[in-house]
């Protein structure tokens, strides 16, 4: 079940994920970012079965909070049943997005942007994760421009947002906790 919002992500409703997904409706859902100390994106290429994007390299986790829980509280949960990582989280801000994915679905979200830093192994969910990679964030936009085709639609619109949250021209939201 995913959390359906309106515009200013007041809640809804609820809806299974994949009719949410067929139907295009705006739901709640969350990204995190995580960085080793020299300061390298942990990616994860998506397990290759997963139903849709599968295969594809996105950021460290995202995924949707189950309407029972707090938006911190289900990226930590899904952050270490993914990656097999456990770190306390930063919210840094929210926005609103939607993409056109394969078999037919659509992500229209308000996503939660969170931000976290380890050095510790991951120990991936090969369910979710097929492999992953630290890579720099010079490295990472020159890929994403010259192979956008590898990247997930929602990382390609997250990333660019992170990009201007971190030049300042993203204004903070701190409204979400």
Not at 12 to 28: D, I, N, V
Not at 45 to 66: E, I, M, V
Not at 113 to 127: L, S
Request: charged share 30%; hydrophobic share 30%.
């Amino acid at each position: 079940m995913v959390i359906l919002v309106n515009k200013k992500d007041i809640r809804t409703g609820t809806m299974p994920k994949m009719e949410a997904h067929k139907k295009g409706l705006c739901h709640r859902a969350f990204s995190v970012f995580i960085f080793n100390s020299k300061g390298e994106l942990l990616l994860q290429q998506r397990a290759f079965d997963k139903y849709h994007s599968g295969s594809l390299w996105t950021n460290t986790c995202c995924s949707h909070p189950k309407p029972h829980e707090r938006i911190k509280e289900s990226a930590q949960r899904r952050l270490n049943e993914e990656m097999g990582i456990d770190v306390s989280l930063q919210y840094l801000f929210k926005f609103e997005y939607r993409a056109s994915l394969d078999h037919s679905l659509t992500e229209h979200e308000i996503d939660h942007v969170f931000i976290g830093y380890t050095d510790e192994t991951p120990k991936i969910n090969p369910r979710e994760v097929h492999q992953y990679q630290y890579i720099s964030m010079e490295d990472l936009k020159r890929d994403v421009q010259r192979h956008p085709e590898k990247y997930t639609e929602w990382f390609k619109i997250i990333l660019k947002e992170y990009l201007q949250y971190l030049s300042g021209s993203k204004k903070e939201d701190r409204s979400c906790k």
